[in-house]
């Protein structure tokens, strides 16, 4: 993959839950939930880039698992991955968000359909509904 890259984190409770962040800007999507995270910086690799970014953003730090299967294009040369993480120091709290959620694969499931999830997030759906459910 050439160009730069977004990288989402994917983050899992012990008792099956995963974390949503609501986004404060921009305006198209502020209000929506998204998996947290940002831009890979140079140097970095996706997984740096994503402890870099949680700690920022939920004061958290996270041990990185494998990536989701799906990826989006959010533009030209811009690219969005997501990969699965679990807190191992810290409680999250909002630092960039307005709030943050634990949401079981039912709650999910609402939101996805209600439109509360940020649009490019919704690739990763399934993959989100199979491992929270347990599969
Ligand atoms: N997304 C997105 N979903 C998602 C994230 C973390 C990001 O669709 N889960 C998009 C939103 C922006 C771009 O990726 O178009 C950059 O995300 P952002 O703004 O969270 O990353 P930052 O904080 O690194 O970027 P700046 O605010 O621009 O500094």
Redesign the pocket.
């Known amino acids: 993959m050439s160009g730069r890259m977004?990288v989402?984190g994917a983050v899992t409770s012990a008792d099956g839950r995963l974390l949503l962040a609501q986004r404060r800007y921009p305006p198209e999507?502020a209000g929506l939930w998204?998996?947290?995270?940002?831009?890979v910086e140079e140097g970095e690799d996706p997984a740096q880039a994503l402890r870099r970014?949680l700690r920022e953003e939920l004061d958290v730090d996270v041990e990185v698992g494998t990536r989701l299967e799906r990826s989006?294009e959010?533009a030209h040369d811009l690219t969005?991955v997501a990969l699965w993480a679990r807190i191992v120091g810290g409680e999250p709290r909002a630092v960039e968000h307005s709030r943050l959620r634990w949401v079981t694969v039912d709650e999910l499931d609402e939101m996805a359909a209600s439109g509360a999830i940020?649009p490019?997030?919704t690739v990763w759906l399934p993959e989100l509904s199979l491992r929270i459910s347990g599969g």
Do not use: I, N, T
């Open positions: 977004v989402a999507v998204e998996l947290p995270g940002g831009k970014e989006v959010l969005l940020v490019a997030d």
